[in-house]
């Protein structure tokens, strides 16, 4: 829940005005949903971290210390649009509510501030400690809007992230070799005893090292032949990660734009070994962790208490990103989502889970049914209209080929279909009020093959404007925005067949 919610915008005709420069298809859907009032507040998320106001894109600096989980951001304050790079700032003890405060870092005469990182520095090997709390030392990127020139930088807070330094002879590691050298992630290497760097560099990962984190030797390169190479890399992330035995593998985030599963941005992973230097990987085709739209650039908790690879995302799109119907604020992150590996179909996987910290979000049930049905209505549901909403459901394909799930009204909808011929998923937003003009397709098709119990278990977190949808224990991640002209009472589960498949289904409400 939002600490300071922001001012209404009462009437619809004021979308209109917004979005003059489009034409009608680009704000109805094909049906043209009904007239209603629409204000931001109708389509700001609850449970998700939003900025007070203006723009906001990549998590950054996310570090655990002292009870806190930090939120850092790329934010610009004066506009809802993209602009200079600030970062932006939020503390949560729960990772449900979050309180937004002041801005950490403002460019300066290096330039703009993009994203980075932030590690405790418990051992005080950058002797920026003056007190007796550990020092938290920022590794971002310092652009320079005249010449799009990127360096990494240093700052670092003793006041467990309250006010931030930077360091007096920034910038610590300059740029001779790529035009797009950023978003450099640090963490401790207890094998080697040396801080490793991550760096995205055009369409490869470099890896450096440092005893101190301001001098730093280049190690390795990663990429250059594997993986999706549609557009430019971002926001790496590299760490251990175990399955559920306690097996430990190195998995490596990399967020590629465009050329993502479904257009537009996207967040490829590979799974493989690292020595301190080198990361290799035997990994033969590109595996994406979300194949939503609109889940990019997430990264993992630095010093997280309970030693989880915990991650959160910008959930939005660069196809669309500044032009989506809100005014005030612009963007939302993922909820967060623990991750881990395992075998599916006999290929390594990552899986992404809800963490525990969901309890805090979720309500009173609204309907819980554990009986064999051949469908499922709820009409006309206030809670449903509201757009605040939990669902675990069962589907059974051991006699049906396809089933879809409907959330909607009278003339919109969303529509998520599965069909086990193919072997696919797909989300269809075409349908669904406000049109994502900017992107090639409003249907977002997700491959998956059933195991051989033949059920898809799926879990929907949904949060006014957006759409979380996990496959099988989080096999697979769909994470959608969508803009409801109208308020979406009605939803629907039915199959190809008259066939009791639904083995159970329970939906709740969130939180007020």
């Given at each position: 829940?939002?600490?300071i919610?922001?001012?209404r915008?009462l009437?619809?005709?004021i979308?209109?005005?917004v979005?003059?420069n ?6 109805f859907s094909k049906s043209?949903?009904?007239l209603?009032?629409i ?6 998320p ?5 900025p007070?106001s ?9 570090v655990?210390?002292?009870g806190?989980y930090h939120?850092f951001?790329?934010h610009?304050p ?5 602009g ?11 990772l449900?509510?979050?309180e ?9 005469n ?6 980075g990182?932030?590690v ?7 002797g ?5 709390e550990?020092?938290l ?8 809007p005249a010449?799009?020139?990127?360096t990494?930088s240093?700052a670092?807070?003793n006041d467990?992230g309250?006010?931030w ?5 920034n910038?610590v590691?300059?740029?001779n070799v ?8 640090v963490?401790?290497?207890k094998?080697t005893q ?6 995205a560099a055009g369409d490869?990962?470099m890896?450096?090292?440092?005893s101190?984190?301001k ?8 990429g250059?032949?594997?993986g ?5 890399w ?7 990660i175990e399955?559920?035995?306690g097996?430990?593998t190195?998995?490596?985030?990399v967020?590629?734009?465009?050329g993502?599963?479904?257009g ?8 493989g ?9 035997l ?5 994406w962790?979300?194949?939503g739209t609109?889940n990019?650039?997430g ?8 030693n989880r690879n915990l ?7 660069w196809s669309?990103?500044?032009n989506?119907p ?7 992150m993922t ?6 590996w395992q075998?599916?179909?006999?290929e390594?996987?990552?899986v992404?889970?809800l963490?525990t910290?969901?309890?805090y979000?979720?309500g009173?049930?609204?309907i ?13 549901d ?7 909403f939990?669902i675990?459901?069962?589907l ?8 879809k799930i409907?959330w ?6 969303i529509v ?6 193919n072997g696919e ?14 992107l090639n397709?409003n ?7 059933l195991?051989a ?6 879990k929907m977190?949904v949060?006014k404007?957006?759409?979380?949808i ?5 096999e697979r991640?769909?994470?959608?925005l969508v803009?409801?002209l ?5 939803l629907?589960?039915t199959a190809n067949?008259?066939?009791q ?8 409400k969130l939180?007020?």
């Open positions: 829940m939002k600490m919610k922001s001012i915008i009437l619809f005709a979308i209109l005005i979005f003059s489009c034409n009608e298809d680009d704000i043209n949903a009904e209603v009032t204000s931001d507040n109708d389509y700001r609850d449970f998700h971290f939003t007070q203006n723009w906001m894109n990549d998590p950054n600096g996310m655990y210390y002292a806190e939120l951001y790329q610009n004066d506009a809802n649009v993209w200079p790079m600030h970062w932006g700032h939020a503390i949560s003890k729960d449900v509510n979050w937004e405060l002041p801005i950490a870092l403002y460019p300066d290096l330039g703009n501030i993009f994203s990182s932030i405790v520095d418990s051992k005080n090997t950058s920026f400690k003056t007190g007796s550990s020092p030392v920022a590794i971002f990127t310092h652009q320079n010449n799009n020139n990127q990494q240093l670092y807070s467990k309250r006010s330094t930077k360091y007096e002879n910038p590691l300059v740029n790529k035009a797009d050298f950023r978003d450099p992630k963490s401790w290497h094998e040396k801080w490793i760097m991550v760096l490869e990962i890896f450096y090292a440092s101190d984190l001098n730093w030797e280049y190690k390795n390169s990663f250059k032949d594997v999706a190479h549609g557009g430019v971002e926001c790496p992330d590299l760490f251990k399955d559920e035995n097996q430990e190195w998995a490596l985030l967020s590629i734009n465009p993502g599963p479904n537009g941005s996207g967040t490829q992973y590979f799974l070994d690292f020595d301190g230097e080198t990361f290799t990987s990994q033969e085709t590109t595996l962790l979300d194949y609109d990019y650039a990264v993992t908790w630095s010093n997280e208490p309970n991650f959160m995302g910008w959930m939005s799109n669309y990103a500044q989506v809100t005014y005030s604020y612009r963007s939302a909820f967060p989502r623990t991750l881990h075998k599916s179909n006999g390594s996987i990552i992404s889970k963490p910290e969901i309890i979000a979720i009173g049930k609204i819980e049914n554990n009986n064999a049905a051949s469908r499922f209505e709820l009409l006309n206030e809670t449903l209209g509201g757009g605040k939990y675990e459901t069962t059974d394909f051991s006699d049906i080929n396809e089933a409907e909607g009204n009278k003339s919109s909808s998520i279909n599965y069909n086990r011929i998923l797909i989300l269809n937003r075409q349908e669904s009020g406000y049109y994502f003009n900017n397709s249907i977002i098709k997700c491959p998956y093959v195991p119990s033949n059920q898809l278990k799926i977190l949060d404007s957006s759409m979380e996990f496959l099988n224990n989080g991640v769909v994470t959608a803009f409801p109208a308020p979406f009472k009605n629907e589960i067949e008259e066939i498949f639904i083995k159970q289904i329970k939906i709740n939180k007020e």
